[in-house]
Every structure is written in structure tokens, then in C-alpha cells.
């Protein structure tokens, strides 16, 4: 009886600090943030379309990601920001194509760093602040430089752990991380030590994250630099796929020990192998995100998206050709045809997202802005380009507004231009040395490999492309550098 009336008497103090919590919590939160999804948006680093098994790789199996894909909704057009990294991101970040966002390319800072987003930058994480969001960045970020008014901590984000500069993010092992605004120094890398691979303990902290906010919204940017060159795996992993690729094929870096610490590639005999392994830990982390999403309780007030910022590298040792890791596309990263653009999207929202669902809505990276916003309630800035695809995702097509055009642009490599309008796609190449370059002209919906240019058949949609190309974009300070920089050069 005396151990009954003591059971008794702990679940009623249970109870009532049960309901005093809940009551303490509902004073705490804004309105915006209750009941609002979490929002893990997974972005790999240089992994292509074909690059995936559900999207038609052959050579090796993703099965978390395909997993993920059965779970939600598989994009079959859906498109990067720009085929490089750091105007990708910001084309993301601002909901802004790159016509119109500052970052159109990859200006370096010395010693370390990127060009920085302006500070009265609207990004999307203070979009998600502004509706109640704790928000985090792990991984790449490449939109400022440390300390910067570009630095993530200065631009919405809570908590930020990775990398801050896109070209110190070639090393797998190095010799520095950034929490927020301290270098953490990995002893274990020094002297060019594998000791501690990044990817892994940014990995943690990603988990760690979505632990200690599980009771109240969140945003977390998961921004993975694999499978970016270099082409490094630990050896349990590597051992997978020894042997499995042949035949093999080797990297061999000339680069001096000060390059290598700025960013220069290292030396790989078994890139093969190297690049699958690679992918694999890839899967194998978007598996454990989903496992403690579950763990946690959390999943059915999750939504899970999956993408990449551009097409396949060939950078490193990496063989994209080996791997057909564009699929039927034509170009690779740095290319504006569909190869270095059109990239892999997966969204899971149960409840909301039909599962095992397959979409051809045409979006963009700077849609993704709108969508998260109509999502979390906040309002959607009147200057970004972004459209949102809410109503694809929740399977209401009928509402779901479309693009006119696509536009992107490229300042490297003599400068590129690309428009695609409906099924049509138009390139220009080599524009900042000859700004009245020929337009290519496709028809995607009979030839998504681009090997048909049908623009002297079709002078209207050339005429129209060209009007596209002059009024789609606003001139900024880094579209002026790159005139100077990168004219005539690669």
C-alpha cells in the first residue's frame, strides 16, 4: 500500500511539472513557432545528377538517400543555384538568381575566405530567426570570410561548425575548423596527418544540434563539402570499394606543402574507389540524420530536403565519365548546360509530401527562399526571384505558379549565360570576350542531352533568349571584377 501511495504520488508530481513546463513553454514561444515543421535542408558538395542511385547510378548503391526519396517527393528538373559553389550558395541564401545576387562567382580572400554577402543581406536564415527558428550551418559556407560581414554568425545564423572558406574545404584533414567565431586547431592533422577526417566531426555537430533543439524549432543547413575534390575517405571505408573500379585511376599533385595547405589538391592512387567511398559516407550520414530524427521523436514534424549545389567535378582524380555521374546531361561543373546545373532533389514532409512521389515542376535554388518562408509563415521579400513550390510539394499543382525563365550566369572561363525558357534552353558562351556570341539553342523536351542546336530554326526563341539575356541581370561590383579577372583566363 505505502509503495503504491509513493508511485502514486511521483506520477502526479510528473504530471503537474509536466503541465508547468508545457505552460512555461507556450509563455516562451512566439506564436510563429509553435507547431512549425523543423527543416533539415542537406546540401552535397559537387555531386551530380546521375550520382545517386535512384537517379540512375549503376556502380554504387545509395540506399539512405533512396530511401529518403521513397519517403517523399524526387525532383526530376530542378536546378543549382550556378555551377559553382559560392554564387550557388547565395542564390540560395538570397532566394535571388545570379543576375541579381552580389556573389556571382568564387572571388578568394587571403589567408582565408570568400567574398562577403553585404550586411543588409535578407537571407534566408533570418527569415527563419524572424519565424521563431533556432537555426544552424554545418559544413561549407563560402560567403565571407571569418569575422566578416558575410560570416554566418552575421548573417542569421545561431550556430555555425565546418569550414568558412570554399578553398580550405579542399582538405579533408585540416588543419582548422571554425565553431562560430573560433578556430578550433586539430592538432591530430598537423604536418599533413589524416587524423581526424572534418566531414565526421561536423557530422557530430550536426546531430548534436538537432539533439539540443528537438523541443522547439529549427533550422538546420547542412552543407557537406562531399564529394568535392580533394578525393579522400577513411580507410574502413576506403577498403569497401578497393579493387571494385578498375582500372583504377591515379592523381598525382605537383603542388608545393604551402600550396597543399592553401587548398591545392593531394595526390590520390585509387580515385575510383576514393570518389564511391566518398558517396557512401555521404549516404550513410543523410541514414543517421534520419535515424535520430526518428529517435528523437521528431520525424513526422520534420521536413528532410536533399540536393546538390552544381553538377560533377573533374577535379582531384575524379572521373564523372567513369561513373556517368551526369546521367544522360551534357557538361559538368562550371558548364551551363543541363550536366553542370540540373542536380538531384528530394523532399520529405510527412503527411504532406505523397510518398514515393515523382515531380517535373521546373525550380531553382532561389525558390527555395519563398517555399521555407509560405512554409514557416514569415513574408517573402518583394526583390528576390524565387517562386514558391509549396503547392507542388503538398499536391496542389493546380495553384503552383511557374517561372517565365531560368536564368543563370558564369564568370569564369570567358563568361556564360543561360536562359531556360519552358522546354527551351538557350547557352552563350565566352561572352566577356565576345558580348554578341552566338546563342545555342535546345529543345529539352526531345533532346535533354543538348545535342541538337536547333537556333537556326527557331529565330523568334533566339530573339526572344537574347532580350532574356540583357534584362534578366543588374551589373554588381564582383560581375566588375570578373571582367577584369577572369577575362581570357580558366
Known sequence: MIRYNIQFFVLLISLVLVSCSSTSKKKNETPSSLNKPNIIYILADDLGYGDLSIYGQKNFKTPNIDKLASQGMLFTQHYSGSTVCAPSRSALMTGMHTGHTVIRGNKEIQPEGQYPIPDDTYTLAEAMKKAGYTTGAFGKWGLGFPGSEGDPVNQGFDTFFGYNCQRLGHKYYPNHLWSNRDSIVIKENKKFANGVYAPAVIHEKTLQFIEENKEKPFFAYVASIIPHAELAAPKEIMDKYRGKFLPEKEYISDASSEKLLDGAYASQKESHAAFAAMVDLLDQQVGEIMSKIEELGIANNTIVVFT???????????????????????????????????????????????????????????????????????????????????????????????????????????????????????????????????????????????????????????????????????????????????????
Open 308 to 490: 546538390s549545389d552544381n553538377g560533377p567535378h573533374k577535379e582531384g582524380g575524379a572521373d564523372p565519365n567513369y561513373f556517368n555521374s551526369n546521367g544522360d546531361l551534357k557538361g559538368y561543373k562550371r558548364d551551363l548546360y543541363e550536366g553542370g546545373i540540373r542536380v538531384p532533389l528530394i523532399v520529405k514532409w510527412p503527411g504532406k509530401v505523397k510518398e514515393g512521389s515523382v515531380s517535373d515542376h521546373i525550380s531553382a535554388f532561389w525558390d527555395v527562399f519563398p517555399t521555407f518562408s509560405e512554409i514557416v509563415g514569415v513574408k517573402t521579400p518583394n526583390n528576390i526571384d524565387g517562386i514558391s513550390f509549396l503547392p507542388e510539394l503538398t499536391g496542389n499543382e493546380k495553384n503552383q505558379k511557374n517561372h517565365e525563365y531560368l536564368y543563370w550566369e558564369f564568370h569564369e572561363r570567358g563568361g556564360r549565360q543561360a536562359v531556360r525558357m519552358g522546354n527551351w534552353k538557350a547557352v552563350k558562351y565566352n561572352v566577356l570576350k565576345k558580348p554578341n556570341a552566338k546563342i545555342e539553342l535546345y529543345d529539352l523536351s526531345n533532346d535533354v542531352g543538348e545535342k541538337n542546336n536547333v537556333a537556326s530554326q527557331h529565330p523568334e526563341i533566339v530573339s526572344k533568349m537574347e532580350t532574356i539575356l540583357k534584362e534578366a541581370r543588374t551589373d554588381s561590383n564582383v560581375f566588375k571584377f570578373a571582367q577584369k579577372t577572369f577575362l581570357g583566363h580558366d
